[in-house]
């Protein structure tokens, strides 16, 4: 594990957004695990503008999400399909068909489980995946649990996590109570794992993650068994070490 200590969010993006960009010219048909969040957004911006400059294409590049809520999809401004649109790919030459995420409109959850697991076998492994962590050290949408799971699930959601999350919808109500994840498995089996923290509000979870047991009750810290992980943290981020 190597920490990559920065003072702020800006820093984070930069950092983060290098390491992706060069893992996109040394394999230009990279996997790229990508993530939501507020976290990744700043990383976002740094590679539509390396795009946009031509410094750097995606059209070879597939793409696998980590999650999306259950009952939403691309047309839910709240989706994560919707964020990712959004935030990185209008804006990049990857290819729709190669930008993929869990089917939250599919609602048999054993089938739509099954045909992301599916994607993500013939896809993988992840060269690089970018993560960030929940204020209860989910990952993915890996809730506190007595159990790991390793494959796509369909996961009920804290209410810690709905209550972290509220602010990208109209009304706490409208916050799905569900959404299919990938498990630990395509995770740790990512060739690069890149952890992105900042803000005090993630100290805690962060410090027990990567300090603490390996426990399903804090499941980033699963990540101390990944054999290349790269977190980026501020300075508030890394205030309990
Ligand atoms: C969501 C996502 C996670 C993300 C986490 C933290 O619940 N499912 O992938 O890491 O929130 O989000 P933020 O970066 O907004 O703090």
Redesign the pocket.
Known sequence: MKIIPVANYEEMSARAAEILLEQVRSKPDSVLGL???????GTYQHMVAAYQQGKISFAHCRSIN??EYVGLGPGDTAS?HYFMWHNLFHHIDIRPENAHLPDGKNLDAQDACTRYDQLVSDLGPIDLQV?????NG????NEPSDHFVADTHIVD?TDG?IN??Q??FARREDVPTQ?Y?LGMRPILNAKLALL?V??P??AEALHRSLTGPITPAVPASILQLHDNLIVIADQAALSKF
């Open positions: 993530a939501t969040g507020s976290t990744p957004v980590l999650d994560y993560l960030g962590i929940g204020s989910h990952i993915a949408f959601l996590t972290d999350n602010r990208f959404a994840t992105l900042t803000g509000g993630k």
